[in-house]
T-cell receptor, first 111, second 121 residues
Framework: KNQVEQSPQSLIILEGKNCTLQ??????????LRWYKQDTGRGPVSLTI?????NTKSNGRYTATLDADTKQSSLHITASQLSDSASYIC??????????FGAGTRLAVHP | GAVVSQHPSRVICKSGTSVKIECRSL??????MFWYRQFPKQSLMLMAT?????????EQGVEKDKFLINHASLTLSTLTVTSAHPEDSSFYIC?????????????????FGPGTRLTVL
């Protein structure tokens, strides 16, 4: 069964600190992996998208890594800000059409 | 670019009534649009995939007669929740795939709308 699992489920950090979110997946056929940020009551916004051949991709203070051999990905957030408080969702594209969503990690950044 | 809007953003209705939610791609043409439902503290669940000019494809367990989807143009898809009940209360999100990218992009890029909060009393 195609699955995307994320950890931790929730995380609290202090403003200015770094954090890393994890994503493990068992999806076949694999097309690409993406990380989204979803603010409460809003739709997901894309942070990074990586194909099989891409190991790392950055978007400002967000850096995603992908290990296609172990089927693991991580999202590293540097120098966190209060506005980073949101849910971060790992999504794997199964083939061309279907997206498999992880349950998300709820991040709270406290002052 | 690649903006998707939804209307309304919030709607409250009485049980038994029907509610229509619009999803528009504002600056691109979308041959395919997707409708998702999200319950509190859960991730998005795909309800159906709609292609412009053809019938929608529904995921297993989603009643097509209850959730009517119309994708009449390359920039507009609508979801109508018919005879709504309290258990239909949820956050409904649409996404759209850019026609211009569909053939050449390896990313299967989908752009998400801001969502519609439906509350059925």
């Amino acid at each position: 069964k195609n699955q995307v699992e994320q950890s931790p489920q929730s995380l609290i950090i202090l403003e200015g600190k770094n954090c890393t979110l994890q994503c493990n997946y068992t999806v076949s056929p694999f097309s690409n992996l993406r990380w989204y940020k979803q603010d409460t009551g809003r739709g997901p916004v894309s942070l990074t998208i990586m194909t099989f051949s891409e190991n790392t991709k950055s978007n400002g203070r967000y850096t995603a890594t992908l290990d296609a051999d172990t089927k693991q990905s991580s999202l590293h957030i540097t120098a966190s800000q209060l506005s980073d408080s949101a849910s971060y969702i790992c999504v794997v594209s199964e083939g061309y059409n279907k997206l498999i969503f992880g349950a998300g990690t709820r991040l709270a950044v406290h002052p | 670019g690649a903006v998707v809007s939804q209307h309304p953003s919030r709607v409250i209705c009485k049980s038994g009534t029907s509610v229509k939610i619009e999803c528009r791609s504002l600056d691109f043409q979308a041959t395919t649009m997707f409708w998702y439902r999200q319950f509190p503290k859960q991730s998005l669940m795909l309800m159906a995939t709609s292609n412009e000019g053809s019938k929608a494809t529904y995921e297993q367990g989603v009643e097509k007669d209850k959730f009517l989807i119309n994708h009449a143009s390359l920039t507009l898809s609508t979801l109508t929740v018919t005879s709504a009940h309290p258990e239909d209360s949820s956050f409904y999100i649409c996404s759209a795939r850019d026609k211009g990218l569909a053939g050449g992009s390896s990313y299967n890029e989908q752009f998400f709308g801001p969502g519609t909060r439906l509350t059925v009393l």
